[in-house]
């Protein structure tokens, strides 16, 4: 099984399962911002590889990136992305900064909020599937890189690559008082972990 063979109700269940993580996400979010968080349903969907980076304006867009890796009875890999603009305001918010307009570069505390934005995130995600399946998952620190939307998706499309040509993404828009904070997850795993996850859930092929 590959994620472009994924049936309807098997892309119900991960949406399912996304909109859950996204519910908890969106509420532990709330607080870190200081402001409401309402959601829209997160829309799943399966990318060619070439098209993921044209979600954040292509591949020369520079986006701010949170990798977690998850390993246990359901192994692979998240990463939360959001364009830099997005990151900014996430960030002004969280330490009340302003960046100037010719602004290009997160010191180590900016890049300490977005990791923990994406820990929160990612962790919720997969506290999802584990609560879901009953499946024993562990998520290890996170990881956070800025720089162009194509070298951060080279390491998830190098694992990709060893079992197919397309990616799972779940499509997540939070909204706060102010503004719309648009952010993608790609989700990484691999046959025998998808195949895990849906026997433990009763849905076949």
Same mark, same amino acid.
């Given at each position: *099984?590959?994620?472009?063979?994924?049936?309807?109700?098997?892309?119900? @269940?991960? /949406?399912?399962?996304?909109?859950?993580?996204?519910?908890?996400?969106?509420?532990?979010?709330?607080?870190?911002?200081?402001? /409401?968080?309402?959601?829209?349903?997160? %829309?799943?969907? %399966?990318?060619?590889?070439?098209?993921?980076?044209?979600m954040v304006g292509g591949a020369d867009t520079? @986006?701010?990136?949170?990798?977690? /890796?998850?390993?246990?009875?359901?192994?692979?890999?998240? !990463?939360?992305?959001?364009?830099?603009?997005? =990151?900014?305001?996430?960030?002004?918010?969280? !330490?009340?900064?302003?960046? &100037?307009?010719?602004?290009?570069?997160? #010191?180590?505390?900016?890049? &300490?909020?977005?990791?923990?934005?994406?820990?929160?995130?990612?962790?919720?995600?997969?506290?999802?599937?584990?609560?879901?399946?009953? !499946?024993?998952?562990?998520?290890?620190?996170?990881?956070? $890189?800025?720089? *162009?939307?194509?070298?951060?998706?080279? *390491?998830?499309?190098? %694992?990709?690559?060893?079992?197919?040509?397309? =990616?799972?993404?779940?499509?997540?828009?939070?909204?706060?008082?102010? /503004?719309?904070?648009?952010?993608?997850?790609?989700? %990484?795993? #691999?046959?025998?972990? !998808?195949?895990?996850?849906?026997?433990?859930?009763?849905?076949? $092929?």
């Amino acid at each position: *099984m590959s994620y472009e063979n994924l049936s309807s109700e098997r892309l119900d @269940v991960l /949406r399912e399962i996304g909109n859950i993580g996204a519910g908890n996400a969106a509420t532990a979010l709330s607080v870190l911002l200081h402001s /409401r968080l309402d959601m829209e349903i997160p %829309v799943v969907k %399966v990318l060619e590889f070439d098209d993921i980076a044209g979600m954040v304006g292509g591949a020369d867009t520079v @986006v701010s990136a949170v990798l977690t /890796r998850f390993s246990g009875e359901v192994n692979g890999m998240t !990463l939360f992305i959001l364009e830099l603009e997005e =990151a900014k305001h996430m960030v002004s918010v969280m !330490l009340n900064r302003n960046y &100037s307009e010719g602004f290009i570069e997160f #010191d180590h505390m900016d890049k &300490s909020a977005l990791k923990e934005v994406g820990n929160i995130l990612m962790s919720s995600y997969i506290s999802s599937i584990s609560t879901l399946t009953g !499946l024993k998952v562990k998520t290890n620190p996170p990881e956070i $890189c800025v720089d *162009m939307a194509g070298a951060v998706l080279s *390491m998830p499309i190098s %694992v990709l690559g060893q079992v197919g040509d397309k =990616a799972l993404i779940i499509d997540s828009k939070f909204f706060d008082d102010n /503004r719309r904070i648009e952010g993608f997850i790609l989700f %990484v795993s #691999d046959d025998a972990s !998808l195949d895990s996850m849906f026997e433990a859930l009763g849905i076949g $092929c």
